[in-house]
Structure formats: C-alpha cells, structure tokens
C-alpha cells in the first residue's frame, strides 16, 4: 500500500490556534443581530414533586426590561424535549417531578434582566415527598423502565457448586459533564415561520426536530446549525434541546432573535448527569480462582423521565464483563425512578459504571484471597476457547492480554508491587497501592439503527475544497480527523479543506455525535464523497491524457497519468470545463452488526477498543488524602488518523474518569435538591491534578481487524474508563491495613469514602 501522506499525521487541531487565542466563535461569541432578545427559564424555589397549585408572573411580566413570559400554554405544537419517550415537557405542566423542573421562561432585553425577573414569580407546589435515593425509589416509585438481565441457564447451580463464594456492594457515584462551555441557543426567525437555530448541541438533527414540532411545522421549515462546542460529554446529547426549544418558542413569539445561555448553577441543576448505581453481587470461583458464576443486580437512579436511560443501562449490562469471561452469569438491572433530574449521556454512557463493578469485585476477590490482582484478572480474561459474552457476541481479537503484558513490564508493575509491600510494612499511616486495570469498551451504538452518518463535499473550480458532514465537533478533534481523511482521497494538502459547521440542511436525518463512533461514521462517510468526485475527476484527466481513470493518481497537489501530471486545481478548473459535478454527498453505515433486545443475543459491536493503565497512589490513612504518584497507559486506536489528537483524547479522558473515581460527588439533600450545583463544591479535577508522573503511549497496532476508516479505532470514550485503576489501587492501599479484609469502599473514593473504608476495617 502506499504510504498515506495526511492520515496518521500529528497535526493540530483545526481550530487550535483558534481556541488558544480566544478567536474560535461559540454560540455566545456569535455577534448579536439588531434586537436580540435573552430568555432565561424559571423553576419553583421549593419542592421536588407535586401538582402545581398556582403560578403567578405578576411581578415577572412588570420586571424592567421584561418582553414576555412563556408558559406551556404559549406553545403551538408539541410540549416535549424527550428524545424517546415521549416524557419531558419543555415547560411542566400541571406538576413537578424534580427540584428545579422548568415551568416558565422571561424574555427579557438583557439576560440579567431575564433572569432577575425569573426570580420574581410566585409559585406554589403541594409538596410530596420525592423519592430521591435508591432506597426511596424502591419503597416507593419503583420502575421506570421495565428491569432487564442477560441471564445463562446453569447460573444458579454453578454459583452453588462453586468452590470458592464472594458477595460484595458497591456504590457507584454520578457525575456532571462539566462542560467549559454551558448549554446555550440562539434561534433567528425566518421567513413564512422557519426558524434557525444554532445550538451547541451532539444532535443537530433532534433538535431541528424538537423545535419543528414545538412551533409544529415541517423539520425542513427548521434548520439547526452547530460549528463548535465548548465541550459536550454526553451531556448534549439530549440535553441541548430543551433550550433551543425555549430560543425558539421566544423566537416564534416574539418575532426577534433570541439566545438562551444558562447560568453554571442552572445548568447544573437543570440538566441531566452519569447515573450513579448500587452494584449487588455474588461470585463463585473455582479453585484457581478462575471465575465460574456471576450474578448482579446494578440499580440505576435514572430520574425522572426516560431520556436515554434505556441504552444507558443497557451498556452498562455489555459492560459488567470489561474484559472477563463469565461462564455463567446473570447480569440483571433495574432502572429506577427518581425525583431528581432525568440522568442522561456521558462519556462511555452507562458503560464505565458496568466496568467499576467488574473491577471492584476484581480487586476484593484479590484481597480476600491474599492473590496479586494482576495476576487474578490476566486468568480471567477472555481467550480464544473462552470467548463468548453473556449477550452473545464472540471476542475475535484478543488485544488486551498483550497490552496489559507489556505494561506490566514497561509500568515495572512486579517491583512497584514488592517496593509497595516493603514501604507498607515500615509505614503505618501513609499507604501505597498500585492496580493495573484492563479496559474493553464496544464500539458501535447498540441501537443498530443509529449506525449511519451522511458528508457532502464541494470541490470549487479552484480545487480549494468544501467539507461538511454530519457529525458534531466538540473538542474532541472529529473535524480535523474527517478533513484530513478528505485531504488523503483527493491528495491535496489539508490546508486545502475549508471545514464548515454541521448544518441539518447540508446532511439531514443525521445520529449525535456519540457512542465514539464520530470519527467512524463520518470519515467513512465524506471519503465516499470524496471518492464519488475523485472517480469523475480520474475520468476527465482520463480522458486528457489518454489513459483508463483506473491509472490516474492523485498525490501531493498533483494528479498525474503515465508522464503527464497537472495540479489539482487545474483538473478541478478542467472538470468544470468539461460540465462534470464537482459535488457529491456520501453515506456510511455499518456493516455486519445486529442485536435482538428480546433474546438478548447478538453482535451489536463492530469491534472493541483496547487499553490498560497502571495507576499508583499514595493514601494517607489517617485524613483520607490521596495522592496519584504515578500512571502508566497503554491504549489501542489501531491506525490512528491523528496520534496527537488521540493521545489527547486519552489524557483528557482519563483524567475526567479520575475525577469521576476519586472527588467529583453529586449531593442530594432529603428534599431532592442538587447541594453541589457549582465547582465551589463540586470537585472536578484541576491541572494540578494531573499525575505528575504521567505516561502515555499508543499500543504499536497492526491496524483494527474490522474494516473501519484507514483502519483506525475510536478513541473518544474508551479512556475514561483507563482510571479505575486509580480507584483499584486506592483499594490496594487501604487493604494493606488489615490483609484478607476487604474494605467497604464506594466511587467516588473521596477522602470521606477513605475514612469510611479504613473504618470499616476495625483496626485502630
Ligand atoms: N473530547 C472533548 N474534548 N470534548 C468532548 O465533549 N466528548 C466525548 C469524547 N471526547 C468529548 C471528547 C464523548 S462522550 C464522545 S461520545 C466522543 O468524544 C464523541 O466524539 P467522537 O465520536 O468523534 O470520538
Ligand atoms: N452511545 C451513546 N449514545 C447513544 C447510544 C450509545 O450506545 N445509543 C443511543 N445514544
Ligand atoms: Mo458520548 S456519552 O456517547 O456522547
């Protein structure tokens, strides 16, 4: 194969520069139109749940600067954001199911008069009690969603007659995207009634069809633009809509462009976070500690509303294996209705909470029996005889082994371990543990059908080309991997493609940019436009020199057949010439993939992403402080189309995960309202947080198996769940105190959950 000259290279990103000097232009950077409006949404200040008895706008509708108020009475179509069920109003209506569900909006001439007026309105709710934890939503709400398990015949028996039993529980904290950039839309009437709307949103195309059926016209009446987000993690996903609904109610009403940008603490409390779960489990082993039966109950607190519940919880059951072959198993979960915000997306959307649980028991089997866990997890793996998950699909490659070989060896994980053992034994306070973690995440979204990505490509008749797809750019580095793919089809320099912002009226009927599959869907996708002009450009030049298209190359600006070359710019000048379409649209969608829900059986990945970590931590067992010393990765991305973009990624994500495993805690009170609704309490990682000893390398791949875009892997999620082993080595630590007792110790492994876990132990 020829050497590619663009793909697989460590550029920056296309907006680097951009975003480094303050110039990349978000939602709220866009300069205003002349009569700008500023909508800003209002909530009852008291009560989680109950029927509205009485809404009075009075003193809002006289506020200074005040347009409008907007209930779900001013509404024309229909009131809902939801993007399944059919559960989430956009202004609640008769009742409240949540502290600071919205039920009216101000228009206002500044945003702080929209919001100051917000204030203003009386509301009164016949406050019941909300469900808000587990145990409440057990006692008392009950379901959601209907439970589900993947459950093997001999499960029961084979728990029975195993040799070797461990029972465990395990809380398992949310988390708040924490997007740099907040929810933010600003919706431009058009004429005869369209609207446009530029939202920072994953899903261009729900929201031109939450807003289309909202105002209840056509979606080609509506088209939703996006050129960038400041961050999304899920979190915009599902999220974005209810918001450009509200621009766009405003707009609708009003007549003028209006923005809606929420404030941090708003977007906090009125947006939807990772569920948090409770893990109950049992675990049998034979007498190599091999593991022969697992059964789990994870309990999710999903909120409210459906959202996007249904597949979260879902991944988190093809997740409750990460890379273990359990020969038996009932994987079951119940998805639990809650008085607190609907939770929604992020970054491994349910997946990660699966994989915690899987290491947790990992980590507890290790000290129970005294075992190294390295040692206990590399028996356990999937291989080619035990190959098979409890939904079916048979593991074809098997990566992980060797990653997690080669950095026991380059993280020197078997000296650490024994220096580790020897600090412990002379340190009676400060404690080290060191975990090496696996991580095997699926890639494809398990709703088969969203498998699909559309790109349309315009290449000028100076050669300067246009690039447009449908998925969404939100840091993550998606359109700089699509334009390079681009810049490899047509041989032309990157510099080359103007990159242009997702528009619904370019690429319609598009999927969120999520599951990881961005780079996937969408570089498959534009490099079929790409292809389809390159085929009538090889024709034209074909034609020109005397040869069949099949024997003209393009490569570095030039397109050439036998002896003879022009540049690309003259072929494209040429073509325009000779009347030949220089434009094209292309589709992708998956291959091979395929899942029933009902038999729970079926291969709804294309493929996995590979990765390990070896994280050291250093706790401090009388405060609970802890310390990351040392962290070692691993990561597997195939061909990468873009190595310092993927090491990015990796970085980032872990570090996300780590806040996630170690000091992000969402605090609910009794009354169900969200107590950490700003980063004066709510933990997020910071630089310094960071491990100082950092090091990450790309596994050396031949390439993914499955036939993806230049043979690349995604990278966007798989490394978030990378830290666990932090949280496995903060288990470590807090065991040696007290070898073949297994700390009680839940994620987050905040210094409270520290001290919490020591204690649990009994020693003094
Ligand atoms: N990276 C940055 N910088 N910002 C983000 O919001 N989102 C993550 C991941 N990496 C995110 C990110 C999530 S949740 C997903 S699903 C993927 O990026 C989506 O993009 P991709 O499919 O192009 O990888
Ligand atoms: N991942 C992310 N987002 C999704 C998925 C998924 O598997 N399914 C539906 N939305
Ligand atoms: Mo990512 S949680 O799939 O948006």
Known sequence: MKPLAHVGKALAHDSAALHVSGAAVYIDDIAEIEGTLHVAPGFAKEGAKGKILSINLAAAQAAEGVVAVLTAQDIPGKNDCSPVAGDDPIFANGKIEFHGQVIFAVVAKTRDAARRAARLAVIEIEKQKPDVTVADALASNGDLLPPYAFTSKGVVAALKNSTHRHAGQLKIGGQEQFYLEGQVAYAIPQEKGGMFVHSSTQHPTEIQHCVAAMLGIDDAQVICQCRRMGGAFGGKESQAAQWAAIAALAAHITGHPVKCRLDRDDDMMLTGKRHDFEATYEVGLDKSLRIAAVDVLLAARCGYSADLSAAICDRTMFHADNAYFYPQYKIATRRLKTNTISNTAFRGFGGPQGMVFAEAMMESIAIQHGCDALELRKKNLYTK??????????????????????????S?????????????????????????????????????????????????????????????????GLYQKVAQVVAE????????????????????????????????????????????????????????????????????????????????????????????????????????????????????????????????????????????????ILHDVGHSLNPAIDIGQIEGGFVQGMGWVTTEELVFDAEGRLRTHAPSTYKIPCASDVPEDFRVALYESKGNKADTIYRSKAVGEPPLMLPISVWCAVMNAIASLKPGTVPKLDAPATPEAIMRAVKSLGVK
């Not at 090496?436 to 398990?446: A, E, H, R």
């Open 385 to 410: 005889q035990r190959n098979t998950t409890p939904y079916g699909q048979k593991i074809d490659e098997h990566l992980v082994g060797k990653i997690m070989a080669t950095l026991e060896k380059t």
């Open 412 to 476: 020197s994980y078997q000296k650490r371990r024994k220096d580790n053992a020897k600090f412990n034994a002379k340190s009676s306070i400060l404690k080290k543990g060191l975990a090496l973690t696996p991580v095997k995440f699926g890639i494809s979204f398990t709703n088969t059908m969203m498998n699909q990505a559309g790109a349309l490509v315009h290449v000028y008749g100076d050669g300067s080309v246009h690039l447009n797809h449908g998925g969404t750019e939100m840091g993550q």
């Open 489 to 632: 089809v047509f041989g032309i320099g990157v510099d080359k493609i103007t990159i242009t912002a997702t528009r619904t009226d370019k690429v319609p009927n598009t999927s969120p940019t999520a599951a990881s599959s961005g780079s996937d869907l969408n570089g498959m996708a534009a490099r079929n436009a790409a292809m389809a002009i390159k085929a009538r450009m090889a024709e034209v030049a074909g034609r020109q020199h005397g040869v069949h298209p099949s024997k003209v190359t393009f490569w570095d600006g030039q397109v050439s057949a036998k002896t003879k070359s022009s540049s690309f710019a003259a072929l494209a000048t040429a073509c325009k010439g000779a009347r030949v379409s220089l434009s094209a649209t292309g589709y992708y969608s998956t291959p091979a993939i395929h899942w029933d829900r009902a038999t729970g059986r079926g291969h709804p990945f294309f493929y996995f992403a590979y990765g390990a970590s070896c994280s050291e931590v250093l706790v401090d067992t009388l405060t609970g402080e802890m310390k990351v010393s040392r962290v070692d």
